[in-house]
Every structure is written in structure tokens, then in C-alpha cells.
């Protein structure tokens, strides 16, 4: 089995920072690109941030300049620093990931978390 678990996401007032924590757990031998999502009420899931295993990144136009993400591969956590905050980041965050599980076995999967409800109001 394998879990991804987000964490640090909060009440926050525009020009706020927030950041969240994305841990993976279970069989896991090797984590590929990982990734935040959002979905906020009425609209369609978008991506946020993506890193690759290399550490390469790319973010959403709306978020750049303001958003983070990073990694820890030694304990298998991303992360997605968010600063200057505005209302219309308010979502609920996802965190996706493309994980080998085993050493023998080149095949990866792709895993999401539950979320972690991000709102930014005043």
C-alpha cells in the first residue's frame, strides 16, 4: 500500500503564506515527478506546481513568482510554499505522485492524496 498524506493547509489572509506538506508512506522505492493540484468550488482540477525526480519544476501562470515547490527525497516529501497569498487561491490542494513501489519492477503508478483545504480570506 501507499499513501499520500497533505498537511498545512489553513486559514489564511491575502498576502499570507502557507505550506504544505505532501508525505508519502508504504512500499516505496523510488518517487518520479510529484506534483500540487487544486480544485476550488465549480471548477475543474489544474495544476499548480510540478517537480520532476531531477528536481526540474514548472508552476501554473497564476502562481508564479509567489509559489515554491520543492523536495526531500531522503523523506519522501514535497512540499509547495505559497506566499503572497490571494482569494483566488482559496482550494482545496491535491498532491499527486508517480511512484515505483518496487526495485525489481520498473512500473510506476500514480497516487493522489486526500487534500488539504486552503482558504484566503480577510
Known amino acids: 500500500q501507499v499513501q499520500l498524506v497533505e498537511s498545512g493547509g489553513g486559514l489564511v489572509q491575502p498576502g499570507g503564506s502557507l505550506r504544505l506538506s505532501c508525505a508519502a508512506s508504504?512500499?516505496?522505492?523510488?518517487?518520479?515527478?510529484a506534483g500540487w493540484y487544486r480544485q476550488a468550488p465549480g471548477k475543474q482540477r489544474e495544476l499548480v506546481a510540478r517537480?520532476?525526480?531531477?528536481?526540474?519544476?514548472n508552476y501554473a501562470d497564476s502562481v508564479k513568482g509567489r509559489f515554491t515547490i520543492s523536495r526531500d527525497n531522503a523523506k519522501n516529501t514535497v512540499y509547495l510554499q505559497m506566499n503572497s497569498l490571494k482569494p483566488e487561491d482559496t482550494a482545496v490542494y491535491y498532491c499527486?505522485?508517480?511512484?515505483?513501489?518496487?526495485?525489481?519492477?520498473?512500473?510506476?503508478?500514480?497516487?493522489w492524496g486526500q487534500g488539504t483545504q486552503v482558504t484566503v480570506s480577510s
Open positions: 499527486n505522485a508517480d511512484i515505483r513501489r518496487w526495485a525489481w519492477n520498473p512500473r510506476e503508478s500514480g497516487y
Open positions: 508504504g512500499s516505496i522505492f523510488s518517487i518520479n515527478a
Open positions: 517537480i520532476t525526480s531531477g528536481g526540474s519544476t
